[in-house]
Structures are given as structure tokens and as C-alpha cells.
């Protein structure tokens, strides 16, 4: 079992559509990371966040300590908004350094 | 503001040849800096990580190496490629201060091993 796992795996939406894109983890973290591949590969951070919540334009992160859980929502969606979108956490235990990725969430957003 | 560049952008090698990727970051010093491997509808895997000049930790035993022959400067090279070295190769850097560490991508390279 991995110890990221994000749901949906896909995802289609109608521009404007409120989405929401999970992401659970089974281990304790010190922090919970949210990426933006685009179609050509480049990857873009988001947020990284310890708790709480936050916000960047059209989309929000939040995370839920207690109950291991973290959610990427975007506002009035938009049809550049389709990329595949990766939660990854740095691990307590682990190297400080490394990232445990989870598998990607496909968005597709059509106008 | 810092600016991580990678190259070349694609690559296509046969099995066999020598490998050499670049990657350079601007606008900081010290930084930590890593190597990732997408292979083809599979997740990132994190290689190779350096946090100084000369110190690399390797995280997955490959016929790959890395080398950080200066702060800025992080380098990815195979002595003879396989066919399963494919993939998209990333790098990226965080800075010095955590953890937690905070990764920033480069625009990566596409490796085809023919």
C-alpha cells in the first residue's frame, strides 16, 4: 500500500465547475506538498503546507492533521487548468529531503 | 528570483552511449538539488539528492550517477545507457533552511534510449 494515495485518478469537469482532488497519507508528516504538472512535463509547486489552509488565486489547500488528509480545490475552473495534479509528503521518519509522491490526479477541464 | 535550467530539453541516445544531463539554478546559493525519474505513465522517483558541493545521496542503486562539481551545478551522467533509462529527467532545487523543503522544479529533459 502506498503511503500517498490520491483520488481521483481522473477527472473531467465542465469549465467553472468547483473541483476537489484528495489526497490521504498513512504515516506522520512534516509537510504535505501540491504539484501542477502541465501537459509538456514542467512541474509547478502549488502550496506546501503543514496545517491549516491555503489560498492562491482560484485554489485553495487544505490539510487535516488528525485525520491524515489533505484536498486541493480549485474555483470556477477553467479549461488551463487541465494537468495532472501530485500531492507529495515529506516524511517525519524519513529523509528530510525526499518527497513520497502520490500517483497523480488527470484533470480535464472542457470549455 | 531563482531560475533552475535543464539541458538538453530532449535527447534521444542509443543503447549503449554515455549520458550527460545539466542542470544549473540561479539566484541562490547553497541550495539542495535533486534528480527525478518519470518513466512512462509511472510516478516521480526521486535519484539522486546533493546538499553541497562533492556530497551526493543516492536513493535508488541504477546504472546512473550524479555530481555536483560546484554550488550551482548538478549533473546527471551514465557510463552506457539502457533501454529502461528512458524517461523524463527533472531536477530541481529547496533551499537550505528547513526542513520542511520546499522543491522547485526545472523544465526537465526527455531521454528516448533507442
Known amino acids: 500500500k502506498n503511503e500517498v494515495e490520491q483520488s481521483p485518478q481522473n477527472l473531467t469537469a465542465q469549465e467553472g465547475e468547483f473541483i476537489t482532488i484528495n489526497c490521504s497519507y498513512s504515516v506522520g508528516i512534516s509537510a504535505l506538498h501540491w504539484l501542477q504538472q502541465h501537459p509538456g512535463g514542467g512541474i509547478v509547486s502549488l502550496f506546501m503546507l503543514s496545517s491549516g489552509k491555503k489560498k492562491h488565486g482560484r485554489l485553495i489547500a487544505t490539510i487535516n492533521i488528525q485525520e491524515k488528509h489533505s484536498s486541493l480545490h480549485i474555483t470556477a475552473s477553467h479549461p488551463r487548468d487541465s494537468a495532472v495534479y501530485i500531492c507529495a509528503a515529506t516524511i517525519s521518519s524519513g529523509s528530510a529531503r525526499q518527497l513520497t509522491f502520490g500517483s497523480g490526479t488527470q484533470l480535464t477541464v472542457l470549455p | 528570483s531563482q531560475t533552475i535550467h535543464q539541458w538538453p530539453a530532449t535527447l534521444v541516445q542509443p543503447v549503449g552511449s554515455p549520458l550527460s544531463l545539466e542542470c544549473t539554478v540561479e539566484g541562490t546559493s547553497n541550495p539542495n538539488l535533486y534528480w527525478y525519474r518519470q518513466a512512462a505513465g509511472r510516478g516521480l522517483q526521486l535519484l539522486f539528492y546533493s546538499v553541497g558541493i562533492g556530497q551526493i545521496s543516492s536513493e535508488v542503486p541504477q546504472n546512473l550517477s550524479a555530481s555536483r562539481p560546484q554550488d550551482r551545478q548538478f549533473i546527471l551522467s551514465s557510463k552506457k545507457l539502457l533501454l529502461s533509462d528512458s524517461g523524463f529527467y527533472l531536477c530541481?532545487?529547496?533551499?537550505?533552511?528547513?526542513?520542511?523543503?520546499?522543491?522547485?522544479f526545472g523544465p526537465g529533459t526527455r531521454l528516448t534510449v533507442t
Open positions: 530541481a532545487w529547496s533551499g537550505y533552511r528547513g526542513p520542511p523543503y520546499e522543491q522547485y
